[in-house]
């Protein structure tokens, strides 16, 4: 029986290198056998991370037939071409968020999984710390109340734009692909519900015309409403909070508390003015691919992920579309209409 998964690693991305690749190094059940990419540096990379191959071509690397699954860090305008190629060779696919451009792109991506046999994941990594399991566990006590709304914020200040994929509208850049897809994410999952209509509005950068910095309203089907605003062009944020009727929870460390060594707090605030911090720790990258490897080891389809990543595309689109129309979109299953 098969102790761990065989993965490979398309492009030597910053993201590979700074956080994932030393995640394989410490997961239990999976190991980097292979690396593409045409990259000078990469037999440095791939001796630092002990990755015993090097293949100059993504297509090299995929017909491997050593290679059990792919981590997919390219631009976010390649992830479905690849993930289709990967499907189709039979390999298993974690992919770096968004999992593609538009919800139609996504559902055929994930189509061409399943007729393909092979199990696709969303690297939406911080969902995996267990900080966001602890607030699901204060919400459902009652200790907050009955929730009413929620706000999450996510940003960076991109200092040096030029060359920088995020700042390339053609390779899917911008702040609502790179960072409000987080946030989105996290209303979702957190209140459990998807949303209704969505009105967004968004600031552009005028040279490389990618959005710089969007903000958005969610209504919810269970009737809450929800706020959100993701950016390039501010310093470092990176929160979300959940208001009730007698209280409420804040997370100061929401997405990325790898820069504090995975450390994070809950801070619990109640109507009479008292509160308490809880503290969670929790390496989320680790995590993830513990999580997607022990299901492709033992056969079982990753619990959430296929329909949510579908579902927070679907949101996503509905955002675009808002700022398009300068109106609220309604959100259903096939098509985005201007709600009246």
């Not at 200092?159 to 897809?181: A, H």
């Amino acid at each position: 029986m098969k102790t761990h998964v065989r993965w490979g690693v398309l492009s030597t991305a910053q993201v590979a290198q700074d956080e994932l690749l030393p995640a394989y190094m410490k997961a239990i059940n999976a190991a980097v056998t292979a690396i593409a990419s045409s990259n000078i540096k990469v037999k440095e990379i791939a001796s630092k991370f002990e990755i015993p191959k090097i293949y100059e071509s993504y297509d090299k690397l995929l017909e491997d037939p050593d290679i059990d699954a792919v981590y997919i860090p390219l631009p976010n305008a390649l992830h479905s071409h690849w993930v289709k190629k990967a499907a189709k060779k039979g390999k298993h696919v974690l992919c770096e968020k968004p999992a593609a451009l538009t919800f139609k792109e996504t559902k055929e991506m994930i189509e061409t999984c399943r007729e393909n046999g092979v199990m696709f994941m969303e690297g939406f990594m911080y969902h995996f710390h267990l900080q966001h399991q602890r607030v699901k566990e204060i919400i459902a006590s009652g200790e907050i109340g009955n929730v009413k709304t929620m706000k999450a914020t996510l940003s960076s200040y991109l200092k040096n734009q030029n060359g920088n994929i995020r700042m390339n509208g053609e390779l899917g850049g911008g702040s609502l692909y790179d960072m409000g897809c987080y946030c989105i994410h996290a209303i979702r999952n957190i209140l459990n519900s998807e949303p209704k209509r969505v009105f967004t509005s968004m600031q552009k950068d005028h040279d490389r015309q990618v959005d710089i910095s969007v903000t958005g309203l969610l209504e919810l089907n269970n009737g809450m409403t929800a706020i959100f605003d993701a950016a390039m062009d501010r310093t470092r944020t990176d929160y979300y909070e959940i208001i009730g009727t007698e209280g409420s929870i804040q997370l100061p460390r929401a997405f990325a508390p790898q820069v504090f060594k995975g450390k994070a707090s809950i801070l619990i605030y109640t109507e009479d003015g008292n509160y308490r911090t809880e503290e969670a720790l929790g390496d989320q990258y680790k995590l993830q691919v513990e999580y997607l490897s022990n299901c492709i080891l033992e056969g079982e389809i990753p619990s959430y992920f296929t329909e949510n990543t579908i579902n927070n595309m679907k949101a996503i689109d509905a955002c675009f579309k808002s700022v398009e129309k300068e109106a609220f979109i309604n959100v259903s299953p096939e098509d985005l209409k201007v709600s009246k």
